[in-house]
């Protein structure tokens, strides 16, 4: 599931919008909807969808990771709801700078343990509940849909629009987050 990497990044983007609306710097609110689009079309309504009508259903029924699937899913209900704000606050003629740093923090705060927990405990436990062909199914089905959806290359478009979101912000240089 190398959309968590998209994720990430998109994150780190939230994170750089969050700070500069509570210092009163520029913000360029281009980059935020942008990155709450790329949120809602990559990640909500494509990589999640995947997991909400793949994953969690095999795992309901093999009656494995119960709780975690129901809270997972709860998640990426408030997280729609959560983008759905952002998309709103960021393109209102007055932006309200407090109100909008809430709900990034919101987000940022629930899906930074989401995504760990769906790569160390989900998805890994996924292998032991479907058969190795169900999974490398499972795998093809998910690549054709990405590209139904997104084009032969969408997974490097993707991660294309969110260097540019990085640039735009001037958190491009990987280096600039090493503590020195």
Do not use: C, N, W
């Amino acid at each position: 599931m190398r959309e968590h990497g998209v994720l990430s990044r998109v994150l780190l983007v939230y994170d750089e919008s969050a700070r500069r609306l509570e210092s009163t710097e520029d913000m360029p609110m281009d980059v935020l909807t942008s990155a709450a689009g790329l949120l809602r079309r990559f990640i909500e309504d494509y990589h999640e969808k995947l997991e909400e009508e793949h994953l969690f259903p095999r795992f309901m029924q093999a009656g494995k990771l119960v709780e975690l699937v129901s809270v997972l899913r709860s998640q990426h209900e408030e997280g729609r709801r959560l983008t759905d704000e952002v998309r709103r606050l960021a393109t209102s003629k007055e932006v309200d700078r407090g109100r909008l740093v809430t709900v990034l923090r919101q987000f940022v705060r629930m899906y930074r343990p989401h995504e760990a927990r769906e790569d160390t405990v989900l998805f890994p436990a996924f292998r032991s509940i479907v058969s190795k062909d169900e999974y490398e199914a499972l795998g093809e089905a998910f690549e054709d849909r990405e590209h139904a959806l997104f084009g032969e290359h969408g997974f490097e478009d993707a991660v294309a629009d969110v260097a540019r979101m990085e640039q735009a912000l001037g958190i491009h240089d990987l280096a600039m987050f090493t503590p020195r």
